[in-house]
């Protein structure tokens, strides 16, 4: 049985943004031994996606299934309210930054290790990431070895993007030209981006460089790819691989998939390619962790 606890971390909003709250909601799964601090994984979500999207529920129950806690959570301006999976927070969404999101990641992953999160074995801990939220766990890891830590033993990414600011021109002018841009959700309706985020990629900061990140981190790390991904290419996956230390990093493409792995929200049921990556995944923590 699993032990669940959900918990709240309250952030300064950024300031001059109109956004006067800003809170992390997450929650801990973990094997029903609460007594034992456990290994963990820290779970970092996409791009339009949140703690609770498609396979992100699936891949918790299979880490804990392997003896491993799981460290969960919306970014506190992906738009998702208290509900936790209602796009509900349309001022925290238009003014979310990745360096916003990248504070996020850090204050919940700097809880777990501390012991704010109950009993967790920080010596013992994972990051995982699916493709934005990747970007920014192999951001995040590597800010945290230039500066003398290294809390991960072992990283695992899904469909990760090797760069920020990916919109195409034509998006971009319209950003510039408009102030905002209008983002359109899985359910039809659409979100404004003002241009916090396009200020903040535009000069192409040496901070937010997703492959030279990569190539300072020292942790086992596996890529995991959908073969048919159309958002990110497998040939991306390739080229980072290339990019990490010699020896560190494995590549394993799924065939027959995308970006989701096959997988829409809610998810009903795990067919073979996901059940695939869920597994390789779990794996890999489970051996280094």
Sequence with gaps: MTETQPFELELSPRPGTPVLRRVVRGRVLRPDRSEV????????HGYLAFMDWAFLPALAEALVARGLAVVTFNMSGGGIGPELDEFTDPAGFAHNT?????????????AAAEGHLGPLDANRAGI???SRGAAMCVLHAARLRAAGHEPYRALCT???VASVGRYDLERLEEWHREGFLWVTLADGRRMRLERDLLDEFSPRPASL???AAAAA????VLLVHGA???SVKPEEARELLEVYPAGRAELV????VGHNFGARHPLTESRPPLAQALAVTAEHFARYL
Aim: negative net charge; proline residues 5%; charged residues 25%.
């Design 158 to 160: 899904w469909a990760s």
């Design 209 to 211: 460089d997703v492959e």
């Design 98 to 110: 990745y360096e916003q999101e990248l504070e996020d990641l850090a204050a919940v992953a700097g």
């Design 217 to 220: 981190l020292d942790l086992p």
């Design 228 to 230: 048919r991904d159309r």
């Design 253 to 256: 493409v799924i065939d027959g």
């Design 37 to 44: 601090a456990a290994p963990f994984v820290v779970l970092t």
């Design 128 to 130: 995982w990431g699916h």
